[in-house]
């Protein structure tokens, strides 16, 4: 209800949190857009300093002119080329890199607002995934209908334990770094809906810590994680 919703973006805003909604679908319409829960959450959100995450230009020239909504055009988007980027910088305060060009080079030195870029550091698909889109529109189907129907990984994605120096699409905290400073871009996300929780915890163990208080930390999320799982412990 409304008052949940107002209290879940005041207690972010105690915490110094920006909220970011996720609006992504890639097949909305009209109605979606009419839809009085939506722009409840949206208009909450709006006045607390709230972004949006979208992949349809309709769904972020909405948001922008209803409520002064801070747009960041979603990966699902593909953005996958410099010039591509270039002409959407004007419409967008944040565009997420493809995450099949965000180690190159070439892409990265041509970007003419490099502060508007964002990269995902542990991305999970193989480079180039023929299954993407399809995933993509699945669940976009799924949230209209609905349902939760499973979409098993048919790429053999990569484990974030196993990932190294020189993978062709998840970052060391070295490479992140390095990317930042040369290409002066300021935000990277850390990628984490839909994966195991262990896999979540080392990634924000091993980009947001110093490798002396890994171990700790490792052992402090769990055990809070659990708890909150088994309150009666």
Do not use: W
């Not at 998840?170 to 400073?181: G, L, P």
């Amino acid at each position: 209800d409304a008052g949940t919703i107002e209290r879940t973006f005041a207690i972010l805003a105690e915490y110094g949190l920006t909220p970011r909604l996720t609006f992504t679908n890639t097949q909305p319409d009209e109605a979606a857009l009419a839809d009085p829960y939506f722009n409840l959450i949206a208009g909450t959100a709006a006045r607390y300093g709230g972004e949006a995450i979208v992949y349809q230009d309709k769904v972020g020239a909405y948001l922008r002119e209803q409520y002064g909504m801070p747009l960041v055009l979603s990966t699902t988007r593909e953005v996958a080329d410099a010039r591509t980027f270039n002409e959407l910088a004007s419409t967008y305060d944040t565009i997420v890199l493809s995450y099949n060009v965000h180690k190159d080079r070439a892409v990265l030195g041509a970007l003419e607002h490099p502060e508007k870029a964002e990269i995902m550091v542990n991305e999970f698909c193989v480079p180039n995934c023929p299954h993407r889109a399809e995933h993509y529109a699945h669940h976009s189907a799924d949230q209209r209908e609905g349902t939760l129907r499973p979409f098993p990984c048919r790429s053999n994605r990569p484990d974030f334990f196993a990932h190294a120096p020189g993978h062709p699409v998840q970052f060391t905290a070295e490479e992140v770094a390095e990317v930042a400073s040369r290409f002066q871009i300021p935000s990277f996300k850390i990628v984490g809906r839909g994966v195991a929780f262990q896999t979540v915890v080392e990634a924000l163990v091993y980009y947001l810590l110093r490798p002396e208080y890994h171990e700790a930390a490792r052992a402090l999320l769990t055990r809070e994680i659990q708890r909150r799982a088994s309150p009666e412990l």
